[in-house]
């Protein structure tokens, strides 16, 4: 009886299951739809990409299509097709990087698989696999312990990688065929004609740089720190980095692109490393902050309310520095007399914030450790600042190198570089009294001669606001 309970619940179960079946197959599909949809619309070059791979493999196929050229390289076009499939990336950067280390490490181990076919073959038939045994341990063993090498390891592992597979092939399959430099030709022709057609449509076809993504997330990076100083008195804090294995790859694949839009032929892109690791650094001090905001420890009201003024000008004007960082390098111009302006009152905030605290030490013990988070937190905030100038000091070595546009920016009005405009010209003269227009003539008079200011100008190290001098005459 029981047994016959269980066959029926099984069975009710099994129903209900084909039941559902296709209103849960259609609830999948809809589901895998909006995550491809999604995954589209994030970066649209992404589609564009695979776009880019289905072309390169469609015109490698033709070395198999075209009956001449499947008669000139004949199976060892497959070479080219798997070419493009490995070499195939999405930035312009890592497609160069692959494609040449491929290129030229299928050259050097084919010439010198060649090569050790001819020296073992001079050994005589018993010493042949003898020698290529050695030759193949000895450059197989060295080519890889050279991938430890971190500069190596860095920019060129793919290749040391393609040059072991590339020589043992060729070195042991010498031994048992006599048509080796064939071979290798029709090879190395193949891989060659692969990877160039993966350079040429990556270059020339929709490009995406690394480089360019690079810069734009070093400048996002700023922005992020920026919004979170000033949302500090909302006790916001968000700390959402890119890490550092991902800015260093950019920075490697960046390295081995041409010259192209807004970056030259050799451009500094090591400088980013330099700025991305003091922007890290920063961040980090946002997590410090945010534990002891998020903490449940409350300092006295009077004390908050003495220190809370500089705490808040800190945060707001290193803020602004880092938005004007973050615009200098997103348009690549130079924005240094803003920058250290907001880091000057951030400066001059500190002070502000020393002498308060000086003023408002606790008298007891208890009162003491009740402030000792909210001094905490103003530190933080004075080692954030210090690493802001840190920053700006890295961006202004790295605006020089890059060449950066001189900008005065707009904000900044003429009485707050030092100087007053002057927009008029003309004469003054004094009204003497009396009737007699010989006697006005003939007495001392002034004449003041104002010149309009001239355009304002910006040099590297200073700003130079210049008006022509006026002239004072005394007739």
């Given at each position: 009886?029981?047994?016959?309970?269980?066959?029926?619940?099984?069975?009710?179960?099994?129903?209900q299951?084909?039941?559902?079946?296709?209103?849960?197959?259609?609830?999948?599909?809809?589901?895998?739809?909006?995550?491809?949809?999604k995954?589209?619309?994030?970066?649209?070059r992404?589609?564009?990409?695979s776009?880019?791979?289905?072309?390169?493999?469609?015109?490698?196929?033709?070395?198999?299509?075209?009956?001449?050229?499947?008669n000139?390289f004949?199976?060892?076009?497959?070479?080219?097709?798997?070419?493009?499939?490995?070499?195939?990336?999405?930035?312009?950067?890592a497609?160069?990087?692959?494609?040449?280390?491929?290129?030229?490490?299928?050259?050097?181990?084919?010439?010198?698989?060649?090569?050790a076919?001819?020296?073992?073959?001079?050994?005589g038939?018993?010493?042949e696999?003898?020698?290529?045994?050695?030759l193949?341990?000895?450059?197989?063993?060295?080519?890889?312990?050279?991938r430890?090498?971190?500069?190596?390891?860095?920019?060129?592992?793919?290749?040391?990688?393609?040059?072991?597979?590339?020589?043992?092939?060729?070195?042991?399959?010498?031994y048992?065929?006599?048509?080796?430099?064939?071979?290798?030709?029709?090879?190395?022709?193949?891989?060659?004609?692969?990877g160039?057609?993966?350079?040429?449509?990556?270059?020339?076809?929709?490009?995406?740089?690394?480089?360019?993504?690079?810069?734009?997330m070093?400048a996002?990076?700023?922005?992020?720190?920026?919004?979170s100083?000033?949302?500090?008195e909302?006790?916001?804090?968000?700390?959402?980095?890119?890490?550092?294995?991902?800015?260093?790859?950019?920075?490697?694949?960046?390295?081995w692109?041409?010259?192209?839009?807004?970056?030259?032929?050799r451009?500094?892109?090591?400088?980013?490393?330099?700025?991305a690791?003091?922007?890290?650094?920063?961040?980090?001090?946002?997590?410090?902050?945010n534990?002891?905001?998020?903490?449940?420890?409350?300092?006295?009201?009077?004390?908050?309310?003495?220190?809370?003024?500089?705490?808040?000008?800190?945060?707001?004007?290193?803020?602004?520095?880092?938005?004007?960082?973050?615009?200098?390098?997103?348009?690549?111009?130079?924005?240094?007399?803003?920058?250290?302006?907001?880091?000057?009152?951030?400066?001059?905030?500190?002070?502000?914030?020393?002498?308060?605290?000086?003023?408002?030490?606790p008298?007891?013990e208890?009162?003491?450790?009740?402030?000792?988070?909210?001094?905490?937190?103003?530190?933080?905030?004075?080692?954030?600042?210090n690493?802001?100038?840190?920053?700006?000091?890295?961006?202004?070595?790295?605006?020089?190198?890059?060449?950066?546009k001189e900008?005065?920016?707009?904000?900044?009005?003429?009485?707050?570089?030092?100087?007053?405009q002057?927009?008029?010209?003309?004469?003054?003269?004094?009204?003497?009294?009396?009737?007699k227009?010989?006697?006005y003539?003939?007495?001392?008079?002034?004449?003041?001669?104002?010149?309009?200011?001239q355009?304002?100008?910006?040099?590297?190290?200073?700003?130079?606001?210049?008006?022509e001098?006026?002239?004072?005459?005394?007739?």
């Amino acid at each position: 009886m029981e047994m016959d309970l269980n066959s029926q619940v099984k069975k009710a179960g099994f129903l209900q299951r084909l039941k559902d079946f296709p209103s849960n197959l259609k609830d999948d599909v809809t589901k895998r739809i909006k995550n491809v949809h999604k995954l589209g619309k994030d970066d649209p070059r992404r589609i564009i990409h695979s776009i880019k791979v289905g072309l390169s493999l469609t015109l490698v196929s033709m070395l198999y299509y075209v009956k001449p050229l499947y008669n000139s390289f004949g199976v060892s076009g497959m070479w080219a097709i798997l070419t493009v499939v490995v070499v195939s990336e999405f930035t312009v950067g890592a497609t160069l990087s692959k494609g040449l280390n491929r290129g030229f490490a299928t050259l050097i181990a084919g010439a010198l698989g060649v090569g050790a076919v001819h020296l073992a073959r001079l050994c005589g038939h018993k010493g042949e696999p003898i020698v290529l045994g050695i030759l193949v341990f000895s450059l197989g063993a060295a080519a890889t312990f050279s991938r430890f090498f971190p500069r190596i390891k860095q920019r060129y592992d793919y290749g040391a990688l393609i040059f072991i597979l590339t020589f043992s092939m060729v070195a042991v399959s010498g031994y048992r065929t006599d048509e080796i430099l064939v071979i290798a030709y029709q090879r190395l022709s193949t891989i060659l004609i692969g990877g160039t057609i993966c350079i040429l449509v990556s270059i020339f076809a929709f490009p995406v740089w690394a480089g360019e993504d690079l810069h734009n997330m070093i400048a996002n990076n700023i922005i992020k720190l920026a919004n979170s100083l000033e949302g500090f008195e909302c006790e916001y804090f968000p700390s959402s980095e890119k890490t550092s294995k991902e800015t260093n790859s950019c920075a490697n694949l960046a390295r081995w692109e041409p010259g192209h839009g807004r970056f030259r032929l050799r451009y500094p892109w090591t400088k980013y490393l330099k700025i991305a690791g003091l922007v890290r650094q920063c961040a980090f001090h946002f997590e410090i902050l945010n534990g002891y905001v998020l903490s449940d420890a409350k300092a006295p009201q009077d004390f908050i309310s003495k220190i809370q003024e500089p705490c808040s000008i800190m945060s707001k004007e290193a803020g602004e520095a880092l938005k004007a960082i973050a615009k200098s390098i997103k348009t690549m111009s130079r924005y240094n007399v803003c920058v250290n302006t907001h880091i000057k009152n951030s400066r001059n905030a500190i002070e502000n914030l020393r002498l308060a605290l000086k003023i408002s030490f606790p008298e007891t013990e208890k009162d003491l450790f009740e402030i000792i988070p909210v001094v905490t937190i103003a530190s933080t905030l004075i080692d954030i600042v210090n690493y802001v100038e840190k920053i700006s000091e890295a961006v202004e070595e790295f605006s020089v190198l890059a060449h950066f546009k001189e900008t005065l920016d707009p904000k900044l009005t003429v009485p707050e570089l030092g100087q007053h405009q002057l927009l008029h010209k003309g004469t003054v003269k004094p009204v003497l009294e009396g009737d007699k227009e010989e006697e006005y003539n003939n007495s001392p008079h002034v004449v003041v001669a104002v010149h309009d200011e001239q355009t304002p100008t910006v040099n590297e190290k200073n700003v130079s606001l210049g008006a022509e001098k006026t002239t004072v005459v005394v007739v």
